[in-house]
């Protein structure tokens, strides 16, 4: 079993930044790829971002080169940098960690982008 919990959402501004953050515990070491989505208000959940346990990170197109994801190994702890933000970035983030077997997700921190 894998427990995940997101932090660091909140109210932005547009143009502004933020720094999420998803402290993974449990079976961390069957985990091969962290991701972030997130869903906006009556909108699917949609991928945003992910890195692999080598540090490979690839993104959504809408989110290239304004967000960051990275690791820190020694927290068990994912981060999304988020910058240049936008009022389409407003939504619930989710973490996601996928095992051989199975994904996990946290429950979610919310984003509100003020334009």
């Known amino acids: 079993q894998v427990q995940l919990v997101e932090s660091g959402g909140g109210l932005g501004q547009a143009g502004g930044s933020l720094r999420l953050s998803c402290a993974a515990s449990g079976s961390i070491g069957s985990i091969n790829v962290m991701r972030w989505y997130r869903q906006a208000p009556g909108k699917q959940r949609d991928f945003v971002a992910g890195i692999t346990v080598g540090g490979i990170t690839n993104y959504a197109d809408s989110v290239k080169d304004r967000f960051t994801m990275s690791r820190d190994n020694t927290k068990n702890t994912v981060y999304l940098q988020m910058n240049s933000l936008k009022a389409e970035d407003t939504g619930v983030y989710y973490c996601?960690?996928?095992?051989?077997?199975?994904?996990?997700w946290g429950q979610g921190t919310q984003v509100t982008v003020s334009s």
């Open positions: 996601n960690a996928a095992t051989s077997y199975r994904t996990y």
